[in-house]
């Protein structure tokens, strides 16, 4: 079931854009063809990153199995997941363009790779490096950017409340 609802997503997509397509502009169908590029690329990446995931959690797993326990290791496998987390984020990003979502939901997406990206800098940084201020400042980052995205959801609920006028 799920492959006939990809194929009516992207048959959907498909006649979409060629209703749009003539009344585009030139800058439009240029920014949309780049998108679509960039997505083929991003594709690309994640598919090298999922085979590097898989051989890292492979000798992960040899390791466990010798009684070799590596603590960054396991950051090494942490940090490559919120990679492919962020890549997958970043394709959300560009689908956001292709259908031409709201700039409020692009926004969100952005904040969120963000948050994600932060994320993946504290599981693998090693704190003994790094001194107070930096710690400091990096919460003071992870704190705002939960702010931002509390306050950019809300606003997205606040605006699926409102009838909307036709």
Same mark, same amino acid.
């Given at each position: 079931?799920?492959?006939?609802?990809?194929?009516? @997503? @992207?048959? #959907? +997509?498909?006649?979409?854009?060629?209703?749009?397509?003539?009344?585009?502009?030139?800058? &439009?169908? /240029?920014?949309?063809?780049?998108?679509?590029?960039?997505? +083929?690329?991003?594709? %690309?990446?994640?598919?090298?990153?999922?085979?590097?995931?898989?051989?890292?959690?492979?000798?992960?797993?040899?390791?466990?199995?010798?009684?070799?326990?590596?603590?960054?290791? /396991?950051?090494?496998?942490?940090?490559?997941?919120?990679?492919?987390?962020?890549?997958?984020? /970043? *394709?959300?990003?560009?689908?956001?363009? $292709?259908?031409?979502?709201?700039?409020? =939901?692009?926004?969100?997406?952005?904040?969120?790779?963000? %948050?994600?990206?932060?994320?993946? #800098?504290?599981?693998?940084?090693?704190?003994?490096?790094?001194?107070?201020?930096?710690?400091?400042?990096?919460?003071?980052?992870?704190?705002? $950017? +939960?702010? =931002?995205?509390?306050? %950019?959801? *809300? @606003?997205? /609920? &606040?605006?699926?409340?409102?009838?909307?006028? &036709?």
């Amino acid at each position: 079931m799920k492959n006939d609802e990809v194929k009516q @997503s @992207s048959k #959907k +997509g498909i006649q979409q854009l060629k209703s749009v397509w003539p009344e585009l502009d030139w800058f &439009d169908r /240029f920014d949309y063809l780049v998108t679509v590029f960039v997505s +083929g690329i991003l594709a %690309i990446v994640i598919l090298v990153a999922v085979i590097r995931l898989t051989s890292n959690v492979f000798q992960l797993f040899q390791q466990q199995l010798t009684n070799h326990i590596d603590f960054t290791a /396991f950051q090494t496998t942490f940090g490559m997941l919120l990679t492919l987390l962020i890549a997958f984020e /970043f *394709r959300n990003s560009l689908n956001a363009i $292709l259908e031409r979502k709201s700039l409020l =939901i692009q926004v969100r997406i952005v904040v969120l790779i963000a %948050i994600l990206a932060l994320a993946r #800098k504290f599981l693998v940084l090693d704190p003994k490096e790094y001194d107070a201020a930096i710690m400091a400042a990096y919460a003071a980052m992870a704190l705002s $950017l +939960g702010v =931002i995205y509390w306050l %950019i959801s *809300r @606003s997205l /609920f &606040d605006q699926a409340d409102q009838p909307t006028e &036709d």
